[in-house]
Protein backbone atom coordinates (compact mmCIF):
# COMPACT_ATOMS: atom_id res chain seq x y z
CA UNK A 1 0.00 0.00 0.00
CA UNK A 2 1.19 3.56 -0.72
CA UNK A 3 0.82 5.86 1.70
CA UNK A 4 1.24 9.78 -0.02
CA UNK A 5 1.57 12.94 2.57
CA UNK A 6 0.01 15.75 0.53
CA UNK A 7 0.13 18.14 3.40
CA UNK A 8 1.61 18.26 6.03
CA UNK A 9 1.42 21.30 8.24
CA UNK A 10 -1.37 22.27 10.62
CA UNK A 11 -4.41 24.50 10.39
CA UNK A 12 -3.29 27.86 8.32
CA UNK A 13 -0.29 26.11 6.71
CA UNK A 14 2.74 27.73 6.05
CA UNK A 15 3.39 30.33 5.54
CA UNK A 16 0.31 31.54 7.07
CA UNK A 17 -2.01 34.05 5.11
CA UNK A 18 -2.03 36.41 8.35
CA UNK A 19 1.00 35.54 10.16
CA UNK A 20 4.54 37.45 10.58
CA UNK A 21 6.30 34.97 12.49
CA UNK A 22 10.50 34.68 11.87
CA UNK A 23 9.30 31.26 10.11
CA UNK A 24 6.48 32.94 7.66
CA UNK A 25 8.23 36.31 7.27
CA UNK A 26 12.16 34.62 6.55
CA UNK A 27 10.01 32.25 3.98
CA UNK A 28 8.58 35.18 2.03
CA UNK A 29 11.88 36.94 2.14
CA UNK A 30 13.31 34.19 0.37
CA UNK A 31 15.93 33.29 3.19
CA UNK A 32 14.28 30.35 4.96
CA UNK A 33 15.67 26.77 4.72
CA UNK A 34 13.05 24.93 4.41
CA UNK A 35 9.82 24.10 1.75
CA UNK A 36 6.29 25.59 2.32
CA UNK A 37 3.56 22.98 3.27
CA UNK A 38 -0.13 22.83 2.82
CA UNK A 39 -2.37 21.58 5.57
CA UNK A 40 -2.50 18.46 6.68
CA UNK A 41 -3.56 15.63 4.59
CA UNK A 42 -2.79 12.18 3.53
CA UNK A 43 -3.88 9.46 1.06
CA UNK A 44 -3.64 5.82 0.42
CA UNK A 45 -4.22 3.60 -2.76
CA UNK A 46 -6.04 0.78 -1.63
CA UNK A 47 -6.24 -1.01 -4.96
CA UNK A 48 -4.96 -0.12 -8.70
CA UNK A 49 -6.62 3.58 -9.33
CA UNK A 50 -8.20 3.57 -5.97
CA UNK A 51 -7.56 5.81 -3.79
CA UNK A 52 -8.74 6.74 0.15
CA UNK A 53 -8.13 10.28 1.38
CA UNK A 54 -7.80 10.64 4.94
CA UNK A 55 -9.96 14.13 6.15
CA UNK A 56 -10.30 16.86 3.74
CA UNK A 57 -8.00 19.57 4.10
CA UNK A 58 -8.86 23.17 2.73
CA UNK A 59 -5.95 22.57 0.36
CA UNK A 60 -7.44 19.94 -1.08
CA UNK A 61 -7.60 21.13 -4.67
CA UNK A 62 -3.91 21.77 -5.33
CA UNK A 63 -3.01 18.50 -3.33
CA UNK A 64 -5.42 16.91 -5.66
CA UNK A 65 -3.69 18.76 -8.73
CA UNK A 66 -0.72 18.07 -7.76
CA UNK A 67 -1.06 14.49 -7.66
CA UNK A 68 -1.47 12.41 -10.86
CA UNK A 69 -2.91 9.19 -9.34
CA UNK A 70 -6.15 11.38 -7.82
CA UNK A 71 -6.93 12.71 -11.47
CA UNK A 72 -9.38 11.69 -13.52
CA UNK A 73 -8.05 8.65 -16.54
CA UNK A 74 -11.27 9.75 -18.34
CA UNK A 75 -11.39 5.87 -18.82
CA UNK A 76 -14.95 5.94 -17.48
CA UNK A 77 -16.38 8.86 -19.18
CA UNK A 78 -15.85 12.56 -18.70
CA UNK A 79 -16.47 13.00 -14.79
CA UNK A 80 -14.80 10.33 -12.73
CA UNK A 81 -12.24 10.24 -10.07
CA UNK A 82 -9.77 7.48 -8.40
CA UNK A 83 -11.42 9.01 -4.95
CA UNK A 84 -13.36 6.60 -3.56
CA UNK A 85 -13.78 7.20 0.25
CA UNK A 86 -12.69 9.52 2.54
CA UNK A 87 -12.03 8.96 6.94
CA UNK A 88 -12.26 11.85 8.98
CA UNK A 89 -10.66 11.76 12.32
CA UNK A 90 -12.72 14.75 13.50
CA UNK A 91 -14.40 18.09 12.19
CA UNK A 92 -11.66 20.16 12.65
CA UNK A 93 -12.17 23.18 9.72
CA UNK A 94 -9.04 21.87 8.97
CA UNK A 95 -9.93 18.09 8.50
CA UNK A 96 -13.22 18.64 7.03
CA UNK A 97 -13.42 22.00 4.77
CA UNK A 98 -12.14 20.18 2.33
CA UNK A 99 -15.29 18.29 1.74
CA UNK A 100 -16.90 21.23 0.26
CA UNK A 101 -14.84 20.74 -2.54
CA UNK A 102 -15.70 17.57 -3.70
CA UNK A 103 -19.14 18.69 -4.47
CA UNK A 104 -19.22 18.34 -7.88
CA UNK A 105 -21.52 15.94 -8.43
CA UNK A 106 -19.83 12.69 -7.65
CA UNK A 107 -20.35 9.91 -5.44
CA UNK A 108 -18.23 8.71 -2.59
CA UNK A 109 -18.03 7.33 0.68
CA UNK A 110 -17.29 9.15 3.95
CA UNK A 111 -16.36 7.70 7.36
CA UNK A 112 -16.59 9.51 10.18
CA UNK A 113 -17.70 8.83 13.99
CA UNK A 114 -21.63 9.63 14.53
CA UNK A 115 -20.50 13.00 16.16
CA UNK A 116 -18.47 13.87 13.24
CA UNK A 117 -21.12 12.88 11.11
CA UNK A 118 -24.10 14.67 13.19
CA UNK A 119 -21.91 18.57 13.30
CA UNK A 120 -21.55 18.54 10.09
CA UNK A 121 -24.68 17.43 8.46
CA UNK A 122 -27.22 18.27 10.46
CA UNK A 123 -25.83 21.80 11.85
CA UNK A 124 -24.09 23.25 9.16
CA UNK A 125 -26.33 23.59 6.08
CA UNK A 126 -23.41 24.26 3.52
CA UNK A 127 -22.60 20.56 3.91
CA UNK A 128 -25.79 20.09 2.24
CA UNK A 129 -23.98 20.55 -1.07
CA UNK A 130 -22.95 17.33 -0.55
CA UNK A 131 -26.75 15.71 -0.72
CA UNK A 132 -28.06 17.13 -3.57
CA UNK A 133 -28.83 13.92 -4.88
CA UNK A 134 -29.96 10.44 -3.46
CA UNK A 135 -26.49 8.70 -2.88
CA UNK A 136 -24.34 11.26 -3.90
CA UNK A 137 -22.38 10.71 -0.53
CA UNK A 138 -22.63 7.83 1.46
CA UNK A 139 -21.63 7.88 5.60
CA UNK A 140 -20.98 5.43 7.62
CA UNK A 141 -20.25 5.54 10.96
CA UNK A 142 -16.67 4.43 12.47
CA UNK A 143 -16.89 1.94 15.21
CA UNK A 144 -14.46 2.93 18.12
CA UNK A 145 -14.24 -0.16 20.28
CA UNK A 146 -13.43 -3.06 17.36
CA UNK A 147 -11.49 -3.00 14.24
CA UNK A 148 -12.86 -2.56 10.35
CA UNK A 149 -12.25 -2.18 7.08
CA UNK A 150 -12.79 0.68 5.22
CA UNK A 151 -11.41 2.38 2.20
CA UNK A 152 -9.72 -0.92 1.57
CA UNK A 153 -7.60 -1.04 4.64
CA UNK A 154 -7.95 -2.46 7.96
CA UNK A 155 -8.33 0.25 10.84
CA UNK A 156 -8.32 0.41 14.28
CA UNK A 157 -9.21 3.35 16.14
CA UNK A 158 -7.06 4.56 18.95
CA UNK A 159 -8.35 7.60 21.34
CA UNK A 160 -5.97 10.16 22.02
CA UNK A 161 -6.98 11.53 25.55
CA UNK A 162 -7.50 15.55 26.22
CA UNK A 163 -9.21 16.14 22.75
CA UNK A 164 -12.81 17.85 22.53
CA UNK A 165 -15.12 19.38 19.74
CA UNK A 166 -14.13 21.78 17.41
CA UNK A 167 -14.58 25.42 19.20
CA UNK A 168 -17.64 26.37 16.34
CA UNK A 169 -19.60 23.65 18.28
CA UNK A 170 -21.78 24.97 20.46
CA UNK A 171 -21.50 23.80 24.82
CA UNK A 172 -25.53 22.68 24.39
CA UNK A 173 -25.01 20.59 21.07
CA UNK A 174 -21.00 19.25 22.77
CA UNK A 175 -22.93 17.75 25.78
CA UNK A 176 -25.36 15.90 23.60
CA UNK A 177 -22.80 14.10 21.86
CA UNK A 178 -20.50 11.43 23.01
CA UNK A 179 -16.50 12.89 23.67
CA UNK A 180 -14.89 9.82 22.75
CA UNK A 181 -16.00 10.47 19.48
CA UNK A 182 -14.73 14.36 18.87
CA UNK A 183 -11.43 12.98 17.46
CA UNK A 184 -9.94 9.84 17.14
CA UNK A 185 -6.40 8.69 15.95
CA UNK A 186 -6.16 5.45 13.81
CA UNK A 187 -3.84 2.06 12.77
CA UNK A 188 -3.86 1.63 9.12
CA UNK A 189 -2.71 -1.87 7.75
CA UNK A 190 -3.22 -2.82 3.97
CA UNK A 191 -5.44 -5.55 3.84
CA UNK A 192 -2.83 -8.03 2.46
CA UNK A 193 -0.43 -7.03 5.36
CA UNK A 194 0.44 -6.89 8.80
CA UNK A 195 2.17 -3.89 8.72
CA UNK A 196 0.68 -0.64 10.18
CA UNK A 197 0.97 2.86 9.99
CA UNK A 198 -0.28 4.85 13.05
CA UNK A 199 -1.90 8.54 12.62
CA UNK A 200 -2.51 10.81 15.50
CA UNK A 201 -1.71 14.29 13.76
CA UNK A 202 -3.60 15.74 17.42
CA UNK A 203 -2.34 14.31 20.95
CA UNK A 204 -2.40 15.88 24.09
CA UNK A 205 -0.83 13.12 26.30
CA UNK A 206 0.40 9.64 25.79
CA UNK A 207 -0.84 7.28 28.59
CA UNK A 208 1.59 4.10 28.92
CA UNK A 209 -1.39 1.70 27.36
CA UNK A 210 -0.79 4.11 23.75
CA UNK A 211 2.27 3.97 24.17
CA UNK A 212 2.54 0.09 24.06
CA UNK A 213 0.14 0.31 21.20
CA UNK A 214 1.92 2.11 19.10
CA UNK A 215 5.78 0.28 20.02
CA UNK A 216 4.44 -2.44 17.03
CA UNK A 217 3.34 -0.13 14.34
CA UNK A 218 5.94 0.23 11.66
CA UNK A 219 5.26 3.96 10.95
CA UNK A 220 4.23 6.58 13.22
CA UNK A 221 2.60 9.97 12.52
CA UNK A 222 2.92 11.81 15.10
CA UNK A 223 1.29 15.07 16.21
CA UNK A 224 3.85 17.74 15.56
CA UNK A 225 2.43 20.85 15.96
CA UNK A 226 4.83 22.69 18.70
CA UNK A 227 8.50 22.80 19.55
CA UNK A 228 7.08 24.11 22.90
CA UNK A 229 4.60 24.18 25.38
CA UNK A 230 4.40 27.72 25.25
CA UNK A 231 4.99 28.32 21.63
CA UNK A 232 1.51 28.83 21.48
CA UNK A 233 0.90 31.37 23.81
CA UNK A 234 3.04 33.63 21.86
CA UNK A 235 0.79 34.04 19.26
CA UNK A 236 -1.66 36.65 19.02
CA UNK A 237 -5.20 35.64 20.68
CA UNK A 238 -3.71 32.51 21.92
CA UNK A 239 -3.59 32.04 25.60
CA UNK A 240 -3.55 28.32 26.24
CA UNK A 241 -0.54 26.32 26.27
CA UNK A 242 0.50 23.28 23.64
CA UNK A 243 -1.09 21.27 26.12
CA UNK A 244 -4.31 22.69 26.33
CA UNK A 245 -5.03 23.23 22.97
CA UNK A 246 -4.74 19.20 22.46
CA UNK A 247 -0.52 18.92 21.27
CA UNK A 248 2.08 17.40 22.96
CA UNK A 249 4.84 19.82 22.54
CA UNK A 250 7.75 17.87 20.59
CA UNK A 251 10.64 18.73 23.54
CA UNK A 252 10.97 19.18 27.10
CA UNK A 253 9.81 16.75 30.12
CA UNK A 254 7.37 14.44 28.93
CA UNK A 255 7.39 15.93 25.52
CA UNK A 256 7.24 13.58 22.47
CA UNK A 257 10.96 13.26 21.85
CA UNK A 258 11.13 12.10 25.62
CA UNK A 259 7.91 10.03 25.81
CA UNK A 260 9.07 8.41 22.41
CA UNK A 261 12.17 8.14 23.37
CA UNK A 262 11.80 3.90 23.88
CA UNK A 263 10.00 3.74 21.06
CA UNK A 264 12.58 1.74 18.89
CA UNK A 265 10.65 0.18 16.12
CA UNK A 266 8.51 2.60 13.88
CA UNK A 267 9.71 4.83 11.42
CA UNK A 268 9.17 8.23 13.55
CA UNK A 269 7.57 11.56 11.63
CA UNK A 270 6.20 14.38 12.67
CA UNK A 271 2.97 15.80 10.86
CA UNK A 272 0.76 18.84 11.22
CA UNK A 273 3.35 20.93 12.07
CA UNK A 274 2.36 24.47 12.78
CA UNK A 275 4.22 27.45 10.81
CA UNK A 276 5.64 28.70 14.01
CA UNK A 277 7.41 25.41 14.92
CA UNK A 278 11.09 26.00 14.34
CA UNK A 279 11.52 22.32 13.31
CA UNK A 280 10.44 23.61 9.77
CA UNK A 281 14.15 25.11 9.31
CA UNK A 282 15.67 22.89 8.30
CA UNK A 283 18.81 24.27 9.60
CA UNK A 284 17.70 24.85 12.88
CA UNK A 285 18.94 23.50 16.33
CA UNK A 286 15.67 22.39 17.23
CA UNK A 287 15.43 20.27 13.86
CA UNK A 288 18.99 18.49 14.67
CA UNK A 289 17.66 17.97 18.25
CA UNK A 290 14.69 16.02 16.32
CA UNK A 291 16.85 14.25 13.98
CA UNK A 292 19.52 13.23 16.32
CA UNK A 293 16.33 11.40 18.47
CA UNK A 294 15.13 9.48 15.19
CA UNK A 295 12.81 11.49 13.91
CA UNK A 296 11.51 12.44 10.41
CA UNK A 297 9.50 15.98 9.51
CA UNK A 298 7.10 14.95 6.75
CA UNK A 299 6.89 17.06 3.28
CA UNK A 300 4.19 17.65 0.91
CA UNK A 301 4.96 14.56 -1.58
CA UNK A 302 6.38 12.14 1.15
CA UNK A 303 5.67 8.76 0.07
CA UNK A 304 5.66 6.31 2.38
CA UNK A 305 5.02 2.19 1.74
CA UNK A 306 3.07 -0.23 4.06
ZN1 LIG B 1 4.07 32.09 10.94
Redesign the pocket.
Known amino acids: MQVKVLGSAAGGG???WN???????NFRAGTFAGTARTQAQLAWNAAPGEWTLLNASPDLRVQIDTTPELWPTGNNGPRDSPIRDLILTGAEVDQSLGLLLLREFHRFRVHATPSVRKILTEDNSIFGVLARFAGQVEWHDLPLDRPFTAGGAKLEVVLPPNTGFPGFVSAQRAKELNPAEAAIGLLISPESSKSTLAFLSGCGSISDALLERLRTCDVLLFDGTFWSDAEPSRIPGITRTARQMGHLPISGAGGSLDRFSTLAHPRKIFIHIN??NPILDDTSPERRTASDAGWEVAWDGMEITL
Open positions: FPQCACPNCRNT
